[in-house]
C-alpha cells in the first residue's frame, strides 16, 4: 500500500508537469516549478524521503542572498564531470513543493531507487533551498551530503521576523544532518556560529575587499548591519574590516568568539575591463591557489562563486583543471545582474533582483560603480511590489544605503511597481534630488523611458514579483538576453 502511494505520488506530479509545460507553450506563466510537487505531496505528503533515496548524494544551498546564482553556479561546475547527473531547482522554487518538483522531474515511474540506466555513475541533488523552510526540509527529506550557508540578512520581516529567529530555525534545521558537511561564510558572524559542536565544518571568506580593491564594497556608516551582537554571548562584536553590512572581520570582547580561519578565501578583486565582470585570486588548502575570472560583477557575486568553488573541491572536483574556463563562461540566473542590449540602437539594461536592504545596497554600489565595461546607467529604474512573495512591510527601504545614489547625479531615477510612491519618497529623504525623480507604477512604461533616455545604458533592480514581468518587458522590446537568447519565460509570480 505504501509502494502504491508513492507510485500514485509520483505520478500525479509528472501528469502535472506535462500539463504545466503544455499550457507554457501559450506563454500562460505556468513554468510548473512548484504545482507538480504539490500536487504529489498531497497524494503522499511523505514523497520527499523516496525521493531523496534515488540520489547518491544531495547538497543543500540555502540563505538570505546569493542563494540562486551558487545554486547555478554548482550545478555548472558538477556538470563538468560527464559521470554525474545533476538534478537541481535552478528556476529558484526553493519551498518544499519546488524542492519535490525538481526531484519528480528525473524519477522514473517504476520507482527504482537507484542504478537506472542513464549513462552516469552517479545522481547528484543540488537544491536551492528557502532558509525559512530548512526545518520543515529536514522533518522530510531525510540524510543530506553538504550544506552551503550562504549569508544571513533581514528579509520579509512580516515572515521571517528578524535574524536571531531565523537563525534558531535554521540551526535547529541542521542538528538534523549530523554527518553533513557544512560549509559556511566564515565572514558572517551568525553562519559562522552554526560550526558550534559540529565536526565537519569547512569555511569559506573574502579577504581585503573593503579597500582598494576596485569592486564595490561597503557603504560605511549609512550601510545597515544586520548583526551587531555576538552570536554566543550577545556583547557588541568589534569589527576590524566590514566587506558589506555585517560581513567581515570581528571579534567578540567577551567571550573571543571570532571570524574563523578561511580554508577558501577570495583576494586582490578587481574588476575586468573585458565585460561587466569580477576578476579574483582564491587561495585553497595547501598553500594552493587559482586565478578565476567571470562576468558576474560585484563583491556579492565573489561571494557566491567563492561558495560555489568550495563546495565544488569538498565534493571532489579538482579546481586547477577546465573549471575556472567553465566559470568564466558561466551564464547567470534570469533576473540576477542579467544584461540585454539592443544591437540596432546601440542600448544595453542590466536586470537584477532585489529584496532586503544589503542586497539593494550592494546592487545599488555595482550598478553605479562605472568604469569600463560597467558604464553607469543614465537611468535608473527601481521597483518594490509589497505581494506575499515579496514581503508585506516594505519598511526595510528606509535601511537601505542609498548614499551612491544621492551623489549620482547625471543618473535619473525612475520609481516603479505597486509601491512606486513610498518608493520616492524614501529616495528624497535619502538626499536623492526630486528633479531626478519620476513616479511611474506601469512597469512597461519604466522600461520605455530607459529606452528612451540618454546613455546607452540603464538598469532596473525589481522585488521578485516584479521580476519576471520585467524580463518579458524586455524581451518584448526587442531585448536581447546576452546570457541566453532561447531562454524561456520566467513562471508568472502570484
Request: glycine share 10%.
Amino acid at each position: 500500500m505504501r509502494r502504491l502511494r508513492t507510485w500514485l505520488a509520483v505520478l500525479t506530479g509528472k501528469v502535472t508537469l506535462a500539463l504545466c509545460l503544455l499550457l507554457s507553450r501559450f506563454r500562460t506563466g505556468w513554468g510548473g516549478t512548484s504545482l507538480p510537487g504539490l500536487a504529489a505531496r498531497k497524494v503522499d505528503p511523505s514523497i520527499l524521503g523516496h525521493l531523496r533515496s534515488c540520489c547518491q548524494q544531495v547538497v543543500l544551498i540555502t540563505g538570505t542572498n546569493g542563494k540562486t546564482t551558487t545554486t547555478a553556479l554548482l550545478a555548472g561546475l558538477l556538470r563538468a564531470d560527464r559521470e554525474v547527473e545533476v538534478v537541481t531547482n535552478g528556476e529558484g522554487a526553493n519551498m518544499l513543493a519546488g524542492i519535490t518538483t525538481a526531484l519528480l522531474k528525473t524519477q522514473p515511474l517504476l520507482l527504482a531507487r537507484r542504478g537506472r540506466q542513464t549513462g552516469y555513475c552517479r545522481r547528484v541533488a543540488v537544491l536551492e533551498v528557502d532558509e525559512g523552510s530548512l526545518e520543515a526540509l529536514s522533518n522530510e527529506i531525510g540524510p543530506v551530503d553538504v550544506v552551503l550557508v550562504t549569508n544571513l540578512f533581514r528579509d520579509q520581516l512580516d515572515r521571517y521576523t528578524e535574524v536571531a529567529v531565523l537563525a534558531n530555525h535554521m540551526a535547529r534545521g541542521l542538528k538534523a544532518w549530523p554527518d553533513a558537511q557544512l560549509v559556511l561564510n566564515a565572514d558572517d558572524p551568525v553562519v559562522a556560529s552554526f560550526a558550534v559542536g559540529r565536526s565537519r565544518v569547512v569555511y569559506y571568506g573574502v579577504a581585503g575587499a573593503a579597500g582598494g580593491s576596485g569592486v564595490a564594497a561597503s557603504g560605511g556608516e549609512q550601510e545597515a548591519n544586520d548583526t551587531v551582537l555576538c552570536p554566543h554571548c550577545q556583547r557588541p562584536l568589534s569589527f576590524t574590516q566590514r566587506n558589506y553590512s555585517h560581513l567581515g572581520y570581528y571579534r567578540c570582547p567577551g567571550c573571543g568568539f571570532a571570524r574563523p580561519p578561511v580554508q577558501y578565501e577570495a583576494e586582490r578583486l578587481k574588476p575586468t575591463t573585458a565585460e561587466a565582470g569580477t576578476s579574483f585570486r582564491l587561495r585553497l588548502p595547501g598553500e594552493r591557489e587559482i586565478t578565476l575570472q567571470a562576468h558576474l560583477p560585484g563583491l556579492y557575486n565573489v561571494y557566491n562563486m567563492t561558495a560555489a568553488l568550495a563546495t565544488a573541491a569538498e565534493l571532489g572536483l579538482p579546481l586547477e583543471g577546465a573549471l575556472p574556463k567553465r566559470l568564466a563562461r558561466f551564464a547567470v540566473p534570469p533576473g540576477r545582474a542579467e544584461r540585454f542590449h539592443w544591437p540596432a540602437v546601440g542600448k544595453e539594461a542590466t536586470l537584477i533582483l532585489v529584496k532586503n536592504p544589503a542586497g539593494l545596497s550592494q546592487a545599488l554600489r555595482t550598478v553605479l560603480a562605472g568604469g569600463k565595461g560597467n558604464t553607469p546607467p543614465a537611468t535608473l529604474v527601481l521597483a518594490i511590489n509589497d505581494l506575499a512573495a515579496d514581503g508585506r512591510d516594505v519598511s526595510w527601504l528606509w535601511d537601505v544605503d542609498f548614499s551612491a545614489l544621492a551623489v549620482a547625479g547625471n543618473t535619473s531615477v525612475v520609481c516603479s511597481g505597486r509601491r512606486a510612491g513610498d518608493l520616492a519618497v524614501c529616495l528624497k529623504y535619502h538626499g536623492v534630488a526630486p528633479e531626478r525623480l519620476r513616479v511611474l507604477p506601469d512597469l512597461e512604461e519604466s522600461v520605455r523611458v530607459g529606452l528612451k533616455g540618454t546613455g546607452r545604458h540603464f538598469a532596473v533592480l525589481c522585488t521578485y514579483t516584479n521580476l519576471a514581468a520585467y524580463r518579458r518587458i524586455l524581451l518584448r522590446q526587442g531585448g536581447i538576453s546576452c546570457e541566453t537568447a532561447n531562454r524561456p519565460p520566467l513562471p508568472r509570480a502570484s
